[in-house]
Each structure stands twice: as structure tokens, then as C-alpha cells.
């Protein structure tokens, strides 16, 4: 047809006297005709030869049937996995329309299962899994790394839920956990799944490319998740390195603890403390022979010692309990709690648009189908494989891809805990030879940063066991795309630029690396039970070549079940604009392929490094300080994180705009949000561009952060002086 080619590929088998030959013979039909600035890559013909999905058809065939018999596809696909009781009746009931009643979607309701049994016991006792390696664990140094199998694994869990149980955790109560990427992470999310507890995990030690350092939430971002989550235990540690810098976890969690008081929020009975820091990441005898010393001769303060130097960590006798002390006694036996499918399995924090970090809720059974299938035919999982996702495991990437995905897949995977330029700038090059890492996940940031300094710390390293390469979190452009195809996969591995978001579970719109041609830059085409629909502003759908808001028409298993406790919220952020879909909030182009083009949010949020951060929260941070009067956030495009933060502020009168201003603004930001959150730019305002109406024109504001002259139509603003002074008080470097 006409905008599609024929592709064939052929291997022959024929028996002469001496030699076989193979042939298979494949009929493909590929999207598109190539362009000249357009050049399609084609899935390798080894990974074709034994992949899940080993070429075009098959990916149509597969997502076919996905859309048009949904209950038969996702019966087979839940018959991987153990149900204690089976659904009652339809698989998928759902209602995406506003107008017909509140928004609702159930996959597998009145089935009954447990999410930690499907991933740690049916690995151990059905698949004969349990001397298998589920986690290379590599720490902040080289030298630090530990193996755990599945059956190590479950033992350690079913101690943690023991001792969650102990200390009086129920069924159904949240969990807070603020951890480093070290092993009682994942145990403390599987524990917390196998009693039927809720975790919300606010762990943000990212990748934070210009300080490659802590760039995680404050204190207060903590506090403010304990008391919309409720929880009733924090679990964090005493601290740890991140690159060169020590973070003091243990009196991040005292100050948010803090906070919750000051809120009159005090729900946290309990603060588990696993020694990390003193005992694994430090290390050496000497150390710990001191810290033992010392835990005997105060009860009040625990002292951590390294590199000569000595921390001091508040310790609330009543509150505080070493995770060593409690766990480690517990006994290795614990029942699964058996659970609804659609009981809450976790909430996760992501920014939203007015400011609030809204809690999505996600529920067992629908996340585990999901996860799973997207993780074994997005990186094409095989047995052998040794996979790696660089991701924090408080990030949706870290839950979905490198515990509950891979786990459900029985999976090994590398968990590193350290940041990619420490102690040298091959350090992930240098993990992917010594572990032989098949499949590779990361971020656009990432590989954005390590292209910075080019080929050779690559090639010092055999990256020859790479497969499968993959990307996440914000559009990635076509040089860092193809550096990455080039450099680190050699040529030879597909690059699967997976779209999707905290909300959707999993992947939505994704390549599957044996079956879609790529184009870099753009996510492709759905994954399997996935209707993505194009629509302009009025909610018309767009068909064909289209550009304008990215929606879904109908719920596949991963989809968030709710913001937690805000029904409300939920339906007017996701459901209320266009009736009848769910809203992404981003912005997509489909090409005369079909292809899918993220080409970023339609609304105040931004994307800095990958992490979505809303412009309000950043605006009701920078108002808090006295001397102003008025903010507006826009983004800027930024080298290495994609976008940074640009900020107009109007003084009020009295005050003066000054070098140690700006720095206690983003002093103030770092404070109330995060590191990640700091301004690098921060401009004088004598006045804001603002219609008659009286609203802030941001459109006129990102044009002037970037320098651009060409305002559009500025008819409707107020007083067209007020560009022309921004311009000239504009900030030419951060
Ligand atoms: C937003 C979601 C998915 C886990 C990480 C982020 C952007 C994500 C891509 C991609 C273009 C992407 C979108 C999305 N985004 N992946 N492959 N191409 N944009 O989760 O914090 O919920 O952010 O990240 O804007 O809406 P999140």
C-alpha cells in the first residue's frame, strides 16, 4: 500500500551432502517510506531470531487482538500469575466518562491474589527460581556490592513483614519510606505488599547532572507526603554517599518528622533506622567497632564515623528503632495477606499543576499484569538476561522496571545505588562490563551528560553484552539518541524510547526492540491494549497526520485508580477537559506513519531532567520570601537537563534586587521543594506582561527567557512597555 514497504527477510534451510542451510522467511510490513532526513532503524536480525515478539506483523497481530477481544488477552495474560480466588466476572469494567458518572476502572475485580507472592514465591516454589540472582547490588563505591537470590530475597522480606506486623502496621495503613537504592528498599516495598500495607516511597536520589549530587525532595516535600498519605511508619537510614557527598538521611526524616507535628499531623508512630551508611557503605572494621562502642555508651546519639568524620544523629528513643534490631530477629515465615484485586498497592507523589503533589494510587492486580508484560516485551526478556535501570526506585520508573516488572519476569537485575561520573565519568560503562548487562535502561538527561565526554571512557569498557537499550522520563533528541545507538550500543541495539507516566503504570506508547522500526526521537506506536487518540482544543479527534493533546480512549490494567483521597482532584485533572478520555497534559504529533512525537506538556508543568516539576509549587516557594511581590516560572530549554527553570520576580518596594537576593530565593526553593527545583535563572520584574483581564501572558514570558523576539499577538496585553524592560533586565547566564 502506499505508505507502507514490504521488508523481507530470508534465511533458507536446505539439505545438500555435507552443509545445512537455514531459511525462514519473513514478510514484514514497515511503516514508511525513508525520508532523507528521516532514517529508520530496523530491529537486528539476532534479536528477531528468538525475541517474544520477533517483527512487525506479530506486534500488529498481538495488539490487535489487544483492542478488540481486551477480556480474552488479559485472561491469558493474568494465567502467568497466582490467584487465590478467581475474578467474578468481566475482566476490564470501567466508565472514562465524566458525564456518565464518576470515573472508574477494575481489572480482575473479586479475584483475590497478593502482589509479594507473585513475585518472590511463585518464583521460588513454582519456577524453581530461588538460587537465581534477583539483585546485583552495586554501592556508591566499586568495592561495595552484594548479590541477593529470590530466595534470600523472600526470606529477608517475609523478617521485614514480621516486623512491620510488630510494630503495629495493619492491613490497608500507609507506609512512608525514604531510602537510599540499597536492598531493604525493594524488601521494605515487598513487605509492605505482602501484609496488605499501602508504601509510599519518597526516594529521589537522582541523577542530577550539573552537581551529580543529592538533588532528592526537603524535608518539608517529605513531611507534606507523610501527612497527605497518613502513614503510620517512616522507614529511612542513618545515611549515605552519593558520589562524594553524604547525605544525612537520618535527620532529613527527624526534620520532616518535625514538620508533621508542626502540621498537627503527628501520625508517625514508628521511625525504622537500617543502619546502611555505619554498616555497609563506610565499611571498614575499624569503623564499626567504634560505632558499636559508642551506640553502648549513649543511648540518645548515634555516632557514624567516616573518613575521620564524625556525625552526630539525633535518635528518639521512643520513635526510633535500628531496622537491624528489629528485622534480623524475625522469623522467615510469613503468610501472605490475601488481597483484592483492586485493594491499593502504593501511592507515589508527582507534581500537579496547582501546586499540591497529588498521591497516585495503584492497585494490585491491574499493576502487576501491566508491569510485567510491558517489562518482558518492552526490553524482550529472556532467562539470561542481566538487566539494568539506572532509575531511583522512587521514581514510577524504579517501582514499575526494577521491582515489581522484573521481579514478576524473575528477572536479575543490577541495583546501583551511586551516580554516573563517581569516582570516574565511565562508571556505568564500567557496571555494564562487570555485570555483562544484556538490557540497558536510562534517561535522556543521562546519556545527555556522558556524551559531554565522548567516546573514550566508553570504549574503554566491553560493552559487548548490551542487547536492548532503552530511555525514559522526557523527549530525547536525535543527537543523544543516536550518540547512544552509535556509541554505547555499538549500532547493534535497538534504542526503545518508552513513553508513559507515575499515572499510566507502564509503558504506553513504546517500540517493542525485536518487531518496531525506529525513528530516533519519537516513542512509536501503543503498546498493547493502548488507544491513543489525538484531539485539538475543542476535543475533536484528530485522524492522520495530526498534531495537538495526547489522550487515551480507554483504561488498560496499569492506569492509576485515583489521586489518594481526592476523587475530586482525580476527575477534574484527568477526565473533566475532553469527556470520554483520559488526558496525558502532553502535547503529540502523529507522523504519516502513524508514529507517535511526544512534544512536551500543554500545561504549567516543566520537565527538568526528567522530573516533572510544577511552576506553582516553584511560584508559592519563591513568594513565601519577603521581598516579593509577585513570580511567574516559565522554563527555558537547558543543554544537559532538557529544561531548567527561568523566574520573573517583582520586588516590592522597599527591596532591592541583589546578587545575595537571588541566592536566598533559591535558597528558599532548595528549602521548601528540593535541589532539584533550584532556579537557574532569576531575573528582575518591575512588572509582569499580563492581559487586561489581569492574567500573567507566559507565553510572552518563555519567549523572552529565550531570547526570542517574536512575541505573536500582543493585542490583549495591558501595557506592551513592560516587554521591553524584561528584555533589557533579561539574565544572559545563570
Ligand atoms: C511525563 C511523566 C514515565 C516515568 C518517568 C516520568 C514526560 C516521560 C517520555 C518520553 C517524551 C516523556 C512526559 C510525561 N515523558 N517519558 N519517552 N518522551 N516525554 O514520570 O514524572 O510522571 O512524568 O514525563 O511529559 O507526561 P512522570
Not at 181 to 208: N, Y
Not at 329 to 335: A, L, M, P, Y
Amino acid at each position: 500500500c502506499k505508505t507502507n514497504t514490504l521488508y523481507l527477510d530470508m534465511q533458507v534451510r536446505c539439505k545438500t551432502n555435507t552443509l545445512y542451510l537455514d531459511i525462514h522467511l519473513t514478510v514484514m510490513v514497515v511503516p514508511g517510506r525513508q525520508d532523507k532526513e528521516e532514517k529508520i532503524y530496523y530491529p537486528p536480525e539476532d534479536l528477531q531470531m528468538n525475541a517474544h515478539v520477533p517483527n512487525f506483523n506479530s506486534y500488529l497481530a498481538l495488539y490487535k487482538r489487544s483492542i478488540e477481544e481486551p477480556e480474552e488477552f488479559w485472561r491469558d495474560a493474568a494465567q502467568e500469575f497466582y490467584w487465590k480466588e478467581s475474578p467474578s466476572g468481566q475482566i476490564l469494567q470501567f466508565n472514562f466518562d465524566v458525564t456518565k458518572g464518576n470515573i472508574s476502572m477494575k481489572f480482575m475485580a473479586g479475584a483475590k491474589t497478593n502482589m509479594c507472592y507473585n513475585v518472590l514465591d511463585r518464583n521460588v516454589l513454582d519456577r524453581n527460581l530461588g538460587e537465581k540472582v534477583a539483585y546485583l547490588w552495586e554501592g556508591n563505591l566499586p568495592a561495595h556490592h552484594q548479590t541477593i537470590t529470590y530466595g534470600q530475597l523472600l526470606k529477608q522480606v517475609c523478617r521485614c513483614a514480621n516486623a512491620l506486623k510488630q510494630t503495629g502496621v495493619k492491613k490497608g495503613d500507609r507506609v512512608a519510606i525514604y531510602l537510599p537504592m540499597i536492598p531493604e528498599l525493594v524488601v521494605t516495598m515487598l513487605a509492605c505488599a505482602r501484609i496488605g500495607a499501602v508504601h509510599s516511597a519518597v526516594v529521589r536520589l537522582i541523577i542530577w547532572p550539573c552537581y551529580s549530587q543529592f538533588a532528592g525532595f526537603s524535608s518539608e516535600s517529605l513531611a507534606e507526603r507523610i501527612v497527605d498519605a497518613q502513614c503510620s511508619v517512616l522507614v529511612t537510614a542513618d545515611g549515605v554517599y552519593r558520589g562524594e557527598k553524604l547525605i544525612n538521611l537520618k535527620q532529613i526524616s527527624d526534620e520532616a518528622l518535625e514538620h508533621c507535628q508542626e502540621k498537627g499531623s503527628p501520625t508517625v508512630q514508628k521511625c525504622v533506622v537500617v543502619k546502611h551508611h555505619a554498616l555497609r557503605a563506610s565499611g571498614t572494621d575499624e569503623c564499626n567497632k567504634l560505632q558499636v562502642g559508642l551506640n553502648i555508651m549513649s543511648t540518645l546519639k548515634i555516632y557514624n564515623l567516616y573518613k575521620n568524620v564524625v556525625i552526630l544523629t539525633p535518635w528518639n528513643a521512643e520513635r526510633d528503632v535500628w531496622w537491624q534490631d528489629i528485622v534480623d530477629s524475625e522469623s522467615e515465615q510469613c503468610d501472605p495477606e490475601w488481597l483484592d484485586a483492586e485493594d491499593p498497592l502504593f501511592i507515589l507523589y508527582t507534581s500537579g499543576s496547582t501546586g499540591k503533589p497529588k498521591g497516585v494510587l495503584h492497585t494490585v492486580a491491574g499493576y502487576l499484569l501491566y508491569t510485567s508484560l510491558t517489562f518482558k516485551y518492552v526490553f524482550d526478556h529472556h532467562h539470561d538476561d542481566v538487566y539494568w535501570c539506572t532509575a531511583d526506585i522512587g521514581w514510577i520508573t524504579g517501582h514499575s522496571y526494577i521491582a515489581y516488572g522484573p521481579l514478576a519476569n524473575g528477572a536479575t537485575s543490577v541495583l546501583f545505588e551511586g551516580v554516573p561520573v563517581y569516582p570516574h565519568v565511565g562508571r556505568y560503562w564500567e557496571v555494564i562490563e562487570k555485570y555483562g548487562v544484556s538490557k540497558f535502561y536510562t534517561a535522556p538527561t543521562a546519556i545527555r551528560l556522558l556524551m559531554k565526554y565522548g567516546r573514550e571512557p566508553v570504549e574503554k569498557y566491553d560493552l559487548s553484552s548490551l542487547r536492548v537499550l532503552g530511555t525514559v522520563g522526557e523527549p530525547i533528541n536525535p543527537e543523544a539518541w543516536l550518540w547512544y545507538h552509535d556509541a554505547v550500543g555499538q549500532g547493534r541495539c535497538p534504542v526503545v524510547d518508552t513513553f508513559w507516566q507515575t499515572e499510566t503504570g507502564g509503558h504506553v506508547l513504546t517500540p517493542l526492540p525485536a518487531a518496531t522500526p525506529l525513528k530516533p526521537g519519537s516513542a512509536t506506536l501503543p503498546f498493547f491494549g493502548v488507544q491513543p487518540c489525538i484531539l485539538n482544543e475543542h476535543g475533536e479527534e484528530l485522524q492522520g497526520e495530526a498534531e495537538g493533546y495526547l489522550v487515551f480512549r480507554k483504561p488498560w490494567p496499569g492506569i492509576m485508580r485515583g489521586i489518594y483521597g481526592n476523587q475530586e482532584r482525580f476527575e477534574s485533572t484527568y477526565f473533566r477537559k475532553f469527556p470520554g478520555f483520559y488526558v496525558t497534559g502532553d502535547g503529540c504529533r502523529r507522523d504519516k506513519d502513524g508514529y507517535y512525537w511526544i512534544t512536551g506538556r500543554m500545561d504549567d508543568m516543566l520537565n527538568v531532567s526528567g522530573h516533572l516539576l510544577s511552576t506553582a509549587e516553584v511560584e508559592g516557594a519563591l513568594s513565601e520570601h519577603a521581598a516579593v511581590a509577585e513570580v511567574a516560572v516559565v522554563g527555558r530549554p537547558h543543554p544537559l537537563k532538557g529544561e531548567c527553570l527561568y523566574c520573573f520576580v517583582t520586588l516590592k518596594d522597599s527591596h532591592e534586587f541583589t546578587h545575595d537576593l537571588v541566592e536566598e530565593l533559591k535558597g528558599k526553593v532548595r528549602e521548601k521543594i528540593g535541589p532539584i527545583a533550584t532556579p537557574d535563572f532569576i531575573q528582575n520584574a518591575p512588572g509582569l506582561p499580563k492581559t487586561r483581564s489581569g492574567k500573567i501572558m507566559r507565553r510572552v514570558l518563555r519567549q523572552i527567557a529565550r531570547n526570542e523576539k517574536d512575541l505573536g499577538d500582543l493585542s490583549t496585553l495591558a501595557d506592551s512597555k513592560v516587554v521591553d524592560v524584561l528584555f533589557s533586565y533579561r539574565c544572559k547566564t545563570a
